[in-house]
């Protein structure tokens, strides 16, 4: 029985290898995955009301060339930012601007 003895020993040191070499993949597994890069900052919607609004001064629903003049950077770009052309900055157009430059 002096043989049976290490057979047994290697059999559960083997053995335990396995569980070992289990634990580390499923360890492995477990591990949380690369965080996804996270979307790009965009202004909060209220930041984005806020300039609006503060843009649209007779408070009307639209942004006027005449109101984007103390806006340089609209004033400057306000027939590329009116998508419709209508002559009028609306909050969407405002806020898809918005989102570019940011
Ligand atoms: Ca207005
Ligand atoms: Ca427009």
Known sequence: MSRSRPAVVG??????SCIAACAAAATACAQPQPAPAPPPVRLA???????????DTNGDGFVTRE?????PAIYAQF????????????????????????
Do not use: I, P, Q, Y
């Open 11 to 16: 059999s559960f040191l083997r053995a335990w």
């Open 45 to 55: 919607s209220e930041a984005v009301v806020a300039a609006f609004n503060r843009a």
């Open 67 to 71: 109101e984007s003049a103390h806006l």
């Open 79 to 102: 027939d590329e930012l009116d998508l419709d052309h209508d002559g009028l900055l609306s909050f969407a157009e405002f806020s898809t601007w918005l989102a570019k430059v940011k």
